[in-house]
């Protein structure tokens, strides 16, 4: 069977099917046969055509459909600039998605926030087609349309197979370091990673496209791995994190197939890169489900992988109250995420690591070093020991340090007025309540600060995780650089 191919800036090619796949394309139904192809620039001007693995299960997949009137989903849920992506790629010829996050959780009943697009269009096209374009990474060759502060992130549809340009290349433990094999919508859907996330909206019709049963999951409340769940934790190991993030997030359940190989395979978490774990530390914590994540962390047996310094202090803690510090510590954190207040990586990791802490200066008091010596000591040992696997900005850790040396201070009452004007204090007096809150032992110190800071309490915005707030929220202003040379 011989057809002709014609595509958006590229010429008319001949290929020939057959067998099966001839008969399956040979049905009286559209074809979209830009689905079928791999485009590999080579050139300014030669663009090579590749056809897919005639073999591959994914292009016999037939989606489940759901029409605009079966499902809740609203174009007034979609940000403005994200339509303007869609509108613009369905007018151009190409095929164009919502995919991902924004449609399960319009389908959830949350309103979404992030918005990624897929599409049959290449990197390279897309930038072709917005001039506010820009295209980034190279594990993933993605295309980023920004609109002022807004970035609406294009994909391309992601292909199964290695197609031998060395475009795709996997780790001989199984984690994949460059995928930029493209290829059809089926195979895209099949290579997301949990069915819920595997939905794409269509913008010609309005309708939900479903290849891995992704719209009854979302309805079940139910969190699934699509494929092989061992395969696909050692293709990303923080596919586990994002397994206890989602279920936290949108109160799912993760189904037993998914969930059984986590405990063995959490160790695969120390090669992910401590830059990627920290921003999934954010993810998990300040996101106004952070008891519900850390608790999932700990069923997981995901914590002392973690946070290993502070599994062990919580284990060995027999009255149980650090954890029960922590816990409130973290429910009040999600407390002013439901408000909308600020909240301080650097007190959210002084609250994480504090059993640790506690439990490294006991120790070091345990072999005859001083109270002051071993805070210092300590504070030093858990930070050097926690950057290693989850990379704490200079800029978070020296706070949460002197939260932790400030502490004593509120036990001394010695030097009030200078210990109030320290730029800590906020910070340091709130972590100090939410101690003595939990424990009794500290009530007569927090009746005494309570009668000689009572300004603070008055402060808009004082609580737990009110101060140090991420600076990088504010856009930076570049110098301009003083050009040599006198003007004329």
């Known amino acids: 069977m011989q057809?002709?191919?014609?595509?958006?800036?590229?010429?008319v090619f001949p290929i020939s099917i057959s067998g099966s796949f001839a008969q399956e394309i040979a049905r009286p139904k559209p074809v979209n046969y830009r689905h079928l192809l791999v485009y590999q620039p080579v050139g300014r001007d030669s663009w090579p055509v590749k056809t897919l693995n005639k073999d591959c299960h994914c292009l016999n997949r037939q989606p489940t459909i759901i029409p605009r009137d079966q499902h809740p989903i609203s174009r007034k849920q979609i940000s403005t600039s994200a339509l303007r992506v869609l509108y613009r790629l369905h007018e151009e010829g190409f095929a164009a998605f919502l995919v991902g996050g924004a449609v399960r959780?319009?389908?959830a009943g949350i309103t979404p926030k992030d918005f990624d697009i897929a599409t049959d269009a290449t990197p390279e096209q897309v930038r072709g087609l917005f001039r506010n374009c820009r295209l980034i990474g190279r594990r993933f060759r993605l295309a980023h349309v920004v609109f002022g502060r807004e970035i609406i992130e294009v994909a391309t549809f992601r292909g199964q197979t290695d197609d031998g340009t060395g475009d795709r290349q996997v780790h001989q433990d199984g984690r994949v370091i460059r995928d930029n094999v493209y290829g059809s919508i089926?195979?895209?859907?099949?290579?997301?990673?949990?069915?819920?996330?595997?939905?794409?909206?269509?913008?010609?019709?309005?309708?939900?496209?479903?290849?891995?049963?992704g719209f009854q999951d979302v309805l079940d409340r139910r969190l699934r791995l699509i494929g092989d769940p061992e395969g696909r934790y050692r293709e990303d190991p923080v596919r586990m994190l994002r397994a206890v993030r989602l279920a936290a997030k949108l109160h799912f359940e993760i189904s037993p197939e998914t969930a059984a190989p986590i405990p063995a395979l959490a160790g695969l978490l120390n090669q992910a890169?401590?830059?990627?774990?920290?921003?999934?530390?954010?993810?998990?914590?300040?996101?106004?489900?952070?008891?519900?994540?850390?608790?999932?962390?700990?069923?997981?047996?995901?914590?002392p992988v973690m946070l290993p310094d502070t599994a062990k202090a919580l284990k060995s803690n027999s009255n149980g109250s650090l954890r029960a510090m922590l816990l409130r510590g973290l429910a009040q954190t999600d407390d002013r995420v439901q408000r909308g207040d600020s909240v301080s990586p650097a007190f959210l990791f002084a609250l994480l690591l504090w059993p640790a802490w506690c439990r490294t200066k006991a120790q070091l008091e345990a072999g005859g070093m001083h109270s002051a010596e071993?805070?210092?000591?300590?504070?030093?040992?858990?930070?050097?020991?926690?950057?290693h696997l989850i990379a704490i900005p200079r800029r978070f850790s020296l706070p949460m340090q002197e939260i932790w040396l400030l502490q004593s201070r509120f036990s001394q009452r010695k030097k009030v007025g200078r210990l109030v004007t320290h730029p800590r204090f906020r910070a340091a007096y709130d972590f100090f309540k939410l101690r003595a809150d939990t424990t009794a032992q500290h009530a007569e110190d927090a009746a005494f600060w309570a009668a000689h800071a009572p300004a603070v309490d008055a402060v808009p915005g004082s609580g737990p995780v009110a101060h140090e707030t991420v600076d990088e929220d504010r856009p930076r202003t570049r110098k301009r650089r003083r050009r040599s040379g006198t003007v004329g």
Do not use: W
């Not at 071993?374 to 950057?387: E, S």
């Open 273 to 303: 890169a401590p830059a990627r774990l920290f921003d999934e530390c954010l993810k998990l914590f300040l996101s106004g489900h952070a008891v519900r994540s850390f608790e999932g962390l700990e069923r997981m047996g995901l914590l």
């Open 374 to 387: 071993a805070q210092q000591r300590a504070a030093d040992k858990v930070t050097l020991q926690q950057v």
């Open 186 to 213: 089926e195979e895209d859907a099949v290579r997301r990673d949990f069915t819920a996330n595997a939905l794409y909206y269509n913008i010609a019709d309005f309708s939900v496209h479903d290849y891995v049963g």
């Open 105 to 107: 959780d319009a389908l």
């Open 3 to 11: 057809l002709s191919v014609t595509t958006k800036g590229i010429a």
